[in-house]
């Protein structure tokens, strides 16, 4: 075997260059690390990017869903509504409050809560959604508000997956609702750990803000003066920097995603036994996170993920269902056949490796490999 053909080509790896560099080295000299303005900035310039008044950077996507659970009081006794099909973080974010989770199936093409299941799903115990827009692709939120409306729930958005996605012709964080991005290294824009809520509510921003630095105030009264049970949620402004640097690509970063995106979705055409994600259609514009294909029933998935893996080509299951999780079945007693369509989805999905700077010919020996695996 070639040296070539053994190459390894990994699932994710961010995009930094020289500009990440200069601003870290900026703040490193400022020898301000937390709290500074850097922080600031970054805030404003997100909430700008996604057309939200107002925007609270934390210290991950999971701290900020957290939060916006705490705001709701979301507690013991409550229900909460989520997609089956998704990090843990969408249900684990009120279960840390002892709020009980509902998983509302998904619709087999754009592996979204169907807002039917979610409407099916209402009790007199429901207090609120937790919408997420998987693998980037927009939730049918202006149903799900609907529901949430007629039955008096909150609704928060989890698009960790989705910065920079588009439904009914504006960003996600730009429709009212809460919503929640996450900066991880596989994420679009990437910061190594990071979060921030967007909110449309002046009362809400005051209380992230003063949550995720231990219940403080910001009026000047004193560092060891706490008006609430907060955490410690607080960013850094070195992760500000590297932010502030992929914010300003982000118009790139997208366009190149597109494209690989694109470049799959015509190499996969032509293979039997691989279908490509859910295509973008009027209301709904992808902002590409993973490439997640999806394999005909009956084909023994983990043969395939071995054969890629044999040839140096990164893959995982992208994911398995929450309530599946052995933490979940424990607490809740939760087991197969509770949400089939997620369920057999999460059988028989694998992701390909994808990022902003893949090279098109690795992605023709990506799909190469996935071939003969299938044929
Ligand atoms: C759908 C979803 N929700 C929440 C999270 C949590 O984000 P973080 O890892 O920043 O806590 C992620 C990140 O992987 C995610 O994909």
Redesign the pocket.
């Known amino acids: 075997m070639s040296q070539e053909a053994t190459r390894e080509i990994p699932l994710s790896r961010p995009w930094l260059d020289e500009r990440e560099e200069e601003l870290v080295l900026e703040v490193l000299r400022s020898g301000r690390l937390s709290l500074g303005p850097w922080i600031d900035r970054f805030e404003e310039q997100v909430a700008e990017r996604v057309g939200a008044p107002y925007a609270v950077a934390l210290s991950?996507?999971?701290?900020g869903?957290h939060l916006l659970c705490k705001i709701a009081e979301l507690g013991p006794g409550d229900e909460v509504i989520t997609s089956p099909l998704?990090?843990v973080?969408?249900a684990n974010c009120f279960v840390l409050e002892g709020a009980t989770p509902v998983f509302a199936d998904v619709d087999p093409v754009t592996l979204n809560m169907d807002p039917g299941a979610v409407e099916a799903a209402v009790t007199e115990k429901t207090r609120a959604i937790v919408a997420?827009d998987?693998f980037g692709y927009p939730c049918e939120l202006d149903e799900l508000r609907a529901i949430a409306n007629r039955h008096g729930l909150v609704l928060i958005e989890?698009a960790?997956?989705s910065l920079g996605a588009e439904y009914r012709g504006k960003p996600l964080g730009a429709h009212g609702t809460s919503a929640v991005f996450?900066?991880?290294p596989n994420k679009q824009m990437a910061t190594g750990?990071g979060?921030v809520v967007t909110t449309h509510s002046e009362e809400e921003w005051g209380l992230l803000r003063s949550l995720r630095n231990q219940g403080r105030t910001y009026d000047g009264i004193g560092w060891f003066h706490h008006v609430r049970l907060g955490m410690n949620y607080r960013w850094t402004d070195v992760q500000a920097a590297i932010g502030l640097a992929q914010l300003e690509k982000l118009d790139r970063i997208l366009e190149l995603r597109g494209d690989a995106a694109r470049r799959y979705a015509e190499l996969l055409r032509d293979v039997e036994g691989a279908e490509a994600p859910a295509a973008d259609d009027e209301d709904h514009r992808r902002s590409w996170f993973v490439y997640v294909a999806k394999l005909d029933a009956g084909i023994d998935r983990d043969r395939v993920m071995a054969a890629l893996r044999a040839e140096g080509v990164a893959t995982a299951e992208y994911v398995p269902c929450i309530h599946l999780q052995p933490y979940m079945r424990e607490r809740f007693g939760f087991a197969e056949g509770l949400c089939p369509v997620a369920e057999d989805t999460a059988r028989r999905t694998v992701a390909l490796p994808f990022y902003t700077q893949i090279d098109p010919g690795d992605q023709e020996r990506v799909v190469e490999v996935l071939a003969n695996a299938l044929g």
């Open positions: 991950s996507g999971t701290a869903l998704s990090f973080a969408s997420v998987m989890d960790c997956e996450a900066f991880y750990e979060g």
